[in-house]
Structures are given as C-alpha cells and as structure tokens.
C-alpha cells in the first residue's frame, strides 16, 4: 500500500484529494496537513511514501522550503507538487528542490493515481501540459546562439548515457551497449536531471542541446 499525506492549507480541497483517492486498493491517504509544522510531525512520527504538496503553503517560499526539507530529511518519501501556479520558473525552483512530481489542481483522478505510482516507484511525472509550459519557456537570459547558462559537470560515464539518450535507445540497449545493469543506467538518467534541472528526457535532450553537450 503507498502511504500518501496530503499538505494544503485548504480544508476542502484536501478532503476532495482524499476522497479521489479513496476508491484505490494501492493508495491510502494516512495523514491530512494544514500546516508545515503538522507535515514535519507526521513525517516524524510514521513512514510516508509520497506527499502531495501545494507549493503555496502558506506561501511560495514556504512551500519550496518544505519540499527541500522533506526530500533531504526524508529520503525514501517523494514529493509531488499539486498547485495551480502554472509558471514555468516556478517548476523549475521545484524541481530543484528535490520534487519528483509536478501537478496542476485541475487534474483529474487517473492522472493522480498515476503521478503517484509512478514517483513511488523511483521515477519522475510531469503531465504534458507541464512539460508543454517548460518546452515552450524561453529564459529571459537566452541569447542568440545558444544557452548561456553553465554546463554541469558530467562524468565520462554520464556523458556516454546522456549521448545514447539523445540517439534514442532504450535503457536496455544502454544497459546492454554499456555492460551495466538497467538500475545503474536508471541512476545515471537520474544524475543527468538532477544536474540539468530538468524533469524529464525531452527536455534533458533539448537543454543538452542548448548547452552544446551533446550535436
């Protein structure tokens, strides 16, 4: 069963989650939060698997503060950001923060199951329309010519999976072209979007791009 706590200051909307939630036979909501001080007591008190976090609890700053917390502190419990804020900087300082999940208010029940099983078991989810809203963002820092941000510092293995990613192989055909296992291609794609600040592949390959990491 995949414990879920949902964090919203939101009586309403919180039992509304709940209740999409509770017809599932693998998801249980165990713990309701109205307050930061609250969530950090359950997450001390009882294993969590995945929060639901409104970002604007109470405040942004708040929120991002709590995601970071939550993902240091509490390592094997994932965060899933629930929020209407649909700003494509905002996704950003959320996916730094350890987020492994980005969801706007109006998704419907099939997309929260599935957001949750999906982070639960290791991997990142991030909708279409949110990937659309990054894909399309055009940083007011861009110039002509290519990205100006700074290139991270990949390792020679990760610079191998991140040009067979571009070429389009399965992580299979990496594990197997590279004579690992499929969990260490896994953790390597991980590093690569955690060092990229991205959420998925898409845009992993279009920043790389930018950044001249990979033709």
Do not use: W
């Not at 708040?62 to 939550?70: N, Q, S, T, V, Y």
């Not at 900087?89 to 599935?114: D, F, H, P």
């Not at 055909?173 to 959420?199: D, G, Y």
């Amino acid at each position: 069963m995949i414990r879920v706590l949902i964090a919203d200051d939101h009586n309403v909307f919180v039992e509304g989650i709940a209740a999409l939630i509770s017809g599932s036979s693998e998801i249980e909501v165990t713990a309701r939060c109205f307050d930061v001080s609250s969530v950090v007591g359950q997450l001390n008190g009882a294993p969590i698997d995945v929060v639901l976090l409104d970002i604007s609890f109470p405040r942004i700053e708040d929120g991002l503060a709590l995601c970071e917390h939550i993902t240091r502190t509490y390592t094997n419990t994932r965060v899933i950001a629930l929020t209407m804020h649909d700003d494509a900087s905002l996704i950003k300082r959320v996916v730094k923060k350890g987020a492994r999940g980005y969801l706007l208010k109006n998704t419907t029940k099939v997309e929260l199951l599935q957001a949750i099983r999906t982070v639960h078991d290791g991997k990142p989810y991030f909708n279409e329309t949110v990937t659309n809203i990054l894909l399309h963002d055009e940083p007011k820092s861009r110039k002509p010519g290519g990205n100006t941000g700074l290139k991270p510092n990949l390792t020679p293995r990760e610079s191998e999976v991140l040009t067979l990613i571009a070429q389009g192989l399965t992580t299979q055909q990496m594990a197997t072209q590279l004579f690992v296992s499929v969990k260490a291609i896994e953790f390597h794609r991980s590093s690569l979007l955690m060092k990229f600040s991205v959420p998925n592949t898409a845009l992993l390959i279009k920043t790389a791009m930018e950044m001249q990491c990979i033709d």
